[in-house]
């Protein structure tokens, strides 16, 4: 990594000082090396601002935050955000809501991902595909299973840093996965379906 780079880390308070060698010179450890590849998979992977990442840094480094705490300062800044094309319609929260109590899911209806989800249902409703909500509950079943993969991998990691930076590159990575095998999955049902019939 540039050296103007890592000037640029510290000054930002993304990285700590290194010890210094000389008056222009720093030494750096591999508590910093391991810091620099969080703060470039935030960056790089996870497409986060530089004080979006100080957040997520400040969670890090807090002891007293659960860890729960500290995955939900990284994940909620993951979420994609829908340009909402006026008030969702009081009918897609709703149908959230009850998503989210039908499953047992600890999570409220304001969270990042069900407010983008509620986005989503009324976008389907304004083009006139409302009726794909219902198979909301199979996409919630599948997301369980890869949640509970996710957290099962993500939970052998040792140190906050690297578990953080497995849940950034995971998540990022693993949305595009999903996407590329629910594509491949369907090209697999269709022809089993569709091939050779009008």
Do not use: C
């Amino acid at each position: 990594m540039p050296v103007p780079t890592i000037k640029y880390y510290v000054r930002e308070g993304l990285l700590p000082t290194g010890e210094l060698t000389s008056p222009n010179q720093a030494s750096y450890s591999d508590v910093h090396e391991r810091r620099l590849r969080l703060v470039r998979a935030l960056l790089e992977v996870g497409g986060l601002s530089v004080s979006s990442i100080r957040d997520v840094l400040l969670a890090v480094d807090d002891p007293d935050r659960s860890l729960h705490k500290v995955l939900g300062a990284v994940t909620d800044r993951l979420v994609p955000r829908y340009e909402a094309a006026g008030e969702a319609p009081a009918a897609a929260r709703e149908k959230v809501e009850e998503l989210i109590a039908r499953r047992g899911w600890a999570v409220d209806g304001d969270h990042p991902a069900a407010l983008a989800l509620t986005e989503a249902l009324a976008a389907l409703e304004r083009v006139g595909h409302g009726a794909f909500a219902e198979v909301l509950d199979d996409y919630a079943a599948a997301a369980e299973a890869v949640a509970a993969a996710d957290v099962a991998h993500v939970g052998r990691r040792l140190g906050r840093d690297d578990l953080v930076e497995s849940v950034v590159v995971g998540t990022v990575v693993g949305d595009a996965m999903m996407a590329a095998l629910r594509r491949l999955a369907q090209v697999d049902r269709s022809a089993r379906a569709f091939d050779g019939r009008e």
